[in-house]
């Protein structure tokens, strides 16, 4: 893409300048015809870039030049150094050194304070390729195929138009168009059989997202939970938002909140062990209690 290269041309003569219009055409695999456009477009759009003929001539790049900070303020560069980061480290961006890059433009100093890990422990390379794949299939609106083994152990063959990645309670999910179901459907990609997942042929035009995508994920809608805690306060405090806990007059945290009462978020709570009391809703409150229960005759059995 043009923007791309025009991009490349001022990373490429920041580091040195001048630089040969036949240097810049086999760095971008473009012509050196393509290169004289491009040159003349980023002198159109204001940059102080230039041709000169001749011994030591070239492209070159006024001395000194920095991204206009009038348009980027020293915060919105920080930030956009961060989310780049944040980028690279999630694999949504491919180019490692692209950081470094913008911050060089800016002429700044790239601070790598972001270290972001959403794999799983002990997670294969196939995981690796599987979320890569299904980010290429967005970007290049490509259906997927794949075989998927949902909650209830049941498989199925599913081709579909993969429009985002969700991240929620510590697993990826791809939210897209099912052809089998015709509908919207949100798929964990820890359930794909990850050597069948392929980019079925073909592409696909984006369909009008519903209202209510995401809904499934939202805590607004959530039904009403009350727990409350012994023991460890400080991982209470540290895994919910402040604003959800209170302490009672006997030095127990009771934490309200609206969620979704997910198979995850019930074995969560599990871990919590004798310290957790369910208040509320009753019917959570009963499935830990048979959960112990079950627990306790396993070993009684031994």
């Known amino acids: 893409m043009q923007s791309q290269r025009l991009f490349e041309i001022i990373y490429l003569l920041m ?34 870039v230039f041709m000169t003929r001749g011994k030591g001539g070239g492209v070159h790049l006024m001395e000194g030049y920095v991204l206009d900070r009038s348009l980027v303020s020293e915060a919105e560069q920080d930030e956009i150094l961060a989310a780049l980061s944040a980028l690279r480290q999630t694999g949504a961006a491919d180019d490692e050194a692209l950081p470094e890059r913008v911050a060089r433009l800016f002429r700044r100093e790239n601070t790598d304070w972001l270290d972001i890990d959403f794999s799983f422990w002990g997670a294969p390379p196939e995981y690796r390729r599987a979320f890569d794949l299904v980010k290429r299939a967005i970007l290049e609106r490509r259906p997927l195929s794949f075989t998927y083994h949902d909650a209830g152990e049941r498989t199925s063959q599913r081709t579909v138009e993969p429009v985002k990645l969700l991240y929620k309670e510590r697993s990826w999910y791809v939210r897209a168009w099912c052809r089998k179901r015709e509908d919207w459907r949100a798929f964990k990609i820890i359930r794909m059989v990850w050597d069948t997942l392929e980019l079925a042929p073909g592409t696909f035009e984006p369909r009008p997202l519903p209202p209510d995508l995401g809904e499934n994920y939202s805590n607004s809608r959530g039904q009403r939970m009350v727990l409350t805690f012994s023991g460890d306060e400080g991982r209470v405090r540290e895994e919910f938002a402040p604003d959800a806990i209170e302490r009672l007059p006997d030095g127990r945290l009771r934490v309200t909140l609206n969620t979704e009462p997910t198979n995850h978020s019930r074995h969560y709570l599990l871990s919590f062990g004798s310290d957790l009391y369910v208040e509320e809703p009753a019917e959570l409150r009963e499935w830990i209690h048979q959960e112990a229960a079950a627990m306790v005759r396993r070993y009684e059995e031994e």
């Open 15 to 48: 580091e040195r300048s001048p630089r040969t219009t036949g240097e810049l055409a086999k760095r971008l695999e473009v012509s050196e015809r393509t290169v004289r456009r491009d040159v003349d477009a980023l002198s159109a759009a204001g940059v102080p």
